[in-house]
């Protein structure tokens, strides 16, 4: 069985799945947004009197959800560097395209990984990004 990853510095998942699984020499990681750790407040999430997102801080998102990142690839014994592969997905292409991949390009200034970048409708969560990702550590 691969084995699970969890990381206590990263938000709980919103279902019944870990972090990550390590497979050999690679770390598939679950869908990782940015949640804060302990209290599951989205960075930036500003709401109606309903509880209804009225506007959100994407730069803050985009951060916090890379920190979460980095969280869960430490508590692997490994770093973003290690990172192949990454899948993004926004709830508004539109208007959040530019500041993701410009934090995302800080981030990795050169020889980045694999990106694919995809519109949703929703996450499962009040936020407006989520990371796929895949690492593949040693050799």
Not at 22 to 41: A, D, H, I, K, M
Not at 85 to 98: I, Q
Request: proline residues 7%; negative net charge; charged residues 15%.
């Amino acid at each position: 069985m691969p084995s699970a990853i969890n990381s206590a510095n990263a938000p709980a998942p919103v279902g019944a799945y870990p972090h990550a699984r390590l497979v050999g020499n690679w770390l598939y990681l679950s869908g990782v947004g940015p949640r804060q750790p302990g209290t599951n407040e989205v960075p930036g999430n500003q709401y109606d009197d309903a509880g209804k997102v009225v506007t959100y801080d994407m730069e803050a998102q985009c951060h916090s959800v890379l920190v979460n990142i980095r969280s869960i690839l430490e508590a692997a014994g490994a770093s973003l560097g290690d990172l192949v592969d990454v899948t993004v997905y926004l709830t508004d292409m539109k208007n959040d395209f530019a500041t993701f991949n410009r934090i995302y390009s800080e981030t990795f200034p050169e020889n980045g990984p694999c990106r694919t970048t995809v519109e949703v409708n929703a996450l499962p969560t009040a936020i407006a990004i989520e990371l796929k990702c895949v690492a593949h550590l040693g050799g």
